[in-house]
């Protein structure tokens, strides 16, 4: 079984940058994560779960909500087992749970039915 452990969350004042981990182990019918795209995903009090982003097995393809685009950055380490996710110029409307999540197949996009494990997630609060 894959298991995904996020990371990196925290309180940070609007402007500031954190940066998200998400460590992957295990297998999943016969899997890998580093195979397999992975992306993150966000949930606010009040909305529905939102698609940030998301990267190829690779590592060389990425896609990100256009919300977010500009101010994060997702990359992998498959060495490490490891996604990131750099976050630049918070604002308060992205405090929220992020999620980490790994796909189906090798690349990845904004459906959240491609993905079959998804971590606990870590708290992302931004204040004014």
């Known amino acids: 079984q894959v298991q995904l452990a996020e990371s990196g969350g925290g309180l940070v004042q609007a402007g500031g940058s954190l940066r998200l981990s998400c460590a992957a182990s295990?297998?999943?019918?016969?899997?890998?994560?580093?195979?397999?795209?992975m992306g993150w995903f966000r949930q606010a009090p009040e909305k529905e779960r939102e698609f940030v982003a998301a990267?190829?097995?690779?590592?060389?393809?990425?896609a990100v909500a256009d919300s977010v685009k500009g101010r994060f950055t997702i990359s992998r380490d498959n060495a490490k087992n490891t996604v990131y996710l750099q976050m630049n110029s918070l604002k308060p409307e992205d405090t929220a749970v992020y999620v980490c999540?790994?796909?189906?197949?090798?690349?990845?996009?904004?459906?959240?039915?491609?993905?079959?494990?998804w971590g606990q997630g870590t708290q992302v609060t931004v204040s004014s």
């Open positions: 999540a790994l796909g189906r197949f090798p690349y990845g996009t904004s459906g959240s039915s491609v993905y079959d494990y």
């Open positions: 295990g297998r999943a019918s016969g899997r890998t994560a580093s195979n397999y795209a």
């Open positions: 990267i190829s097995a690779s590592g060389t393809g990425t």
